[in-house]
């Protein structure tokens, strides 16, 4: 009796980092990946109650479908993001419809975005060297080097916030991030100078502002933002937002 095989099609996917930011011993340093196209096992996935309790159930699925030699917690964020995207138009096409205010009328409108017209943003990649920019604050004048985080960065994060939260009883803020992105101050790469350089008060907000800006601006990602057009010809820019009905088109109907 003769088995029936079945191909399931795939695609290269080109990443934001254009593989520059890896190793060149990384799989990922090719600058593209692999992804198959959803399958109702994905949609399996996507529609377990425990893995969306658990909030992953969104990484599962990605995990599912990239058939690349990767290690999923080296992408960067901005090249997981582009994959996300990839895997909403593999998945269930182009389109993704939008119920979006018109700030003209007042009224609720549905829009529909094509996923296909978002861009990567544009990135100077010269100012990397060994995977890290240099850049001097504008007012105390200290230097500081930093990296693009990764999927495992990210996990970290979110580990040391939570384990924070219960400590203190409150998330702390936005600046807990920079102890992971900056890898050195003025040369000093220990990890006891970079916090207490951000916990000491020493990185003044003059400074914090416009280096998050610079970090934003060097991160190589998927621009998520596009101007939509309402039926009375009102035109208003976006940012694509990845809701519920990103994966799960027409379910919130």
């Known amino acids: 009796m003769s088995e029936s095989k079945f191909t399931v099609p795939t695609e290269m ?3 934001p980092s254009k593989g ?15 992804l198959k196209y959803m399958t109702a096992k994905e949609e399996d996935i996507l529609t377990n109650v425990n893995l969306l309790r658990q909030g ?12 690349s030699p990767i290690a999923y917690e080296d992408l960067t964020l901005g090249d997981r993001n582009a994959l996300l995207v990839a895997a909403r138009i593999l998945g269930y096409g182009k389109d993704y419809a939008l ?7 007042g009224e609720s409108e549905e829009i529909t975005v094509d996923l296909q017209t978002l861009k990567y ?13 240099t850049y001097e604050l504008p ?17 970290k994060i979110d580990d040391d916030i939570k384990s924070i939260k219960k400590i203190l009883g409150y998330e702390p803020g936005a600046s807990e991030r920079l102890k992971y992105q900056i890898t050195s101050i003025n040369g000093d790469r220990t990890q006891k100078s970079i916090i207490d350089f951000i916990d000491s008060g020493a990185l003044l907000a003059r400074d914090s502002n416009p280096l ?12 998520m933002s596009t ?5 009375d010809g009102t035109e208003l820019k976006i940012d694509v937002p990845m809701t519920s009905e990103f994966f799960f088109p027409g379910l919130a109907d």
């Open 13 to 15: 996917v080109d990443l």
């Open 20 to 34: 520059l930011l890896y190793p060149t011993t990384n799989p990922l340093s090719a600058g593209n990946v692999e």
């Open 56 to 67: 992953i159930a969104i990484e599962k699925m990605l995990k599912s479908i990239i058939k």
């Open 99 to 105: 119920k979006i205010t018109n700030p003209t009328t």
């Open 121 to 133: 943003k544009e990135v100077d990649f010269s100012v990397f060297k060994n995977g890290e920019v």
């Open 139 to 155: 007012f105390s004048k200290n230097v500081v080097t930093f990296k693009i985080l990764t999927v495992a960065d990210d996990k």
């Open 212 to 223: 998050r800006q610079y970090m934003n601006s060097t991160t190589p990602d998927i621009d």
């Open 227 to 231: 101007t939509v057009t309402f039926k």
